[in-house]
Structure formats: structure tokens, C-alpha cells
């Protein structure tokens, strides 16, 4: 009972003394990234830390057709990466994936718990449905592109396993079922194949 109660954010001898300012704790805006000090983090880029690569073309990304090389698990890896960069933000980070949304795959806004929920989820193709999975290739790849880093060998395997089909499956779900015959178990490899 010594202790100090909080009520609302305001301490038992801030609430008696009427100095409720001492209690509250304000924002200061953000400085903005271009130097004149008059944008905001929204017209200067994405901003929360994540890198802006809306100057970056990929074939196809007008109609949310990219061809995808990686897998699930790499981009699920990639995501846990930059999140925990320095200065990034989970929001800033849903926002600037949701920009590289635009045709079949546009949803209303990425949110926390579909990126909670693919984080974790386990498997090459696990998730391979998902506009986050989709938006987040695109944005990882148009910064590899940015940043001049040259494909990883993990790319470029899945480049010639998935060439031929237009690249990794994004539109049949993992979860379909298979016919096997008796003693034979459907296994995914690394890769995503069957």
C-alpha cells in the first residue's frame, strides 16, 4: 500500500498536485530524412527505417505478376532480418510492402497479425498464397536491385528449378491434398518442389 498508484497515466502526487503535464509524455514529430525540415516521413518515403525503393522496376509488378525465387522460409528469414534493423518499424515496414501491391493480389492494408501469423508458419511453401508473401519478394528483390547486391546462390538455384514455370507457385495452396499410393508420403524439399 506505500507504493505510488497510476491511474490513466498520471501518478497518485501529480493527480493531487494538478500537474498533470509532468505526467503526460509527448511525441516529438520525426525530422524529416530530406534535410529542408518541411516533409514528413510520408512524403519523403516510407519512413519507421525501412529503405524507400519505389524508384526500382520489375517486370510485371503493374499486375502483381513478378516471377518469385525464393521461397517462404528465405522470405520469412528476410523479414525477421529487417525487423530487427535499427530503426524499422513493423508499421513502416506493412506499409511499404502494401505499396508494392497493385493488381490480383491489392488488399485493403497489410496488417500485424498476417505478418505475426506467416512469420510463423514453418515450411518452403507454407504461406506461398499470401499477399504478404508476394509483397514482400517484390520489395526484397527491387532493394537487392537498389542496394547492387548480387543474387544469393539460394536465388539462383530457384531461378533454374522455377524458370520453366514462371517461377515458385504463389496461387496453389500448400495445404491441397495429394494422392499417394500405399506406403508413399508427399514431402517438400527445400526448394519447394515435390
Excluded at 518499424?89 to 505475426?116: C, F, I
Aim: glycine content about 12%; hydrophobic content about 25%.
Amino acid at each position: 500500500r506505500g507504493g505510488t498508484k497510476r491511474k490513466a497515466g498520471k501518478t497518485a502526487e501529480t493527480e493531487a498536485s494538478g500537474d498533470v503535464s509532468a505526467a503526460k509524455k509527448t511525441r516529438k514529430p520525426a525530422a524529416s530524412s530530406s534535410g529542408s525540415g518541411s516533409g514528413t516521413a510520408k512524403e519523403d518515403g516510407p519512413g519507421g527505417g525501412v529503405e524507400d525503393v519505389s524508384d526500382i522496376h520489375l517486370d510485371g509488378e503493374e499486375t502483381d505478376t513478378v516471377p518469385v525465387y525464393d521461397t517462404c522460409d528465405e522470405i520469412r528469414k528476410k523479414l525477421t532480418v529487417y525487423l530487427r534493423r535499427e530503426g524499422v518499424t513493423q508499421a513502416a515496414l506493412l506499409r511499404a510492402l502494401h505499396a508494392e501491391l497493385r493488381g490480383k493480389k491489392m488488399t485493403s492494408r497489410l496488417q500485424s497479425s498476417q505478418l505475426a501469423r506467416f512469420l510463423q508458419m514453418k515450411g518452403a511453401n507454407t504461406g506461398n498464397t499470401s499477399a504478404l508473401f508476394y509483397a514482400s519478394y517484390v520489395y526484397f528483390e527491387k532493394l537487392r536491385v537498389k542496394q547492387g547486391k548480387p543474387k544469393s546462390n539460394h536465388r539462383e538455384e530457384m531461378e533454374r528449378i522455377w524458370k520453366e514455370d514462371g517461377g515458385f507457385d504463389i496461387e496453389t495452396p500448400s495445404s491441397r491434398g495429394y494422392f499417394c499410393g500405399p506406403g508413399e508420403y508427399p514431402s517438400i524439399d527445400q526448394y519447394g518442389r515435390l
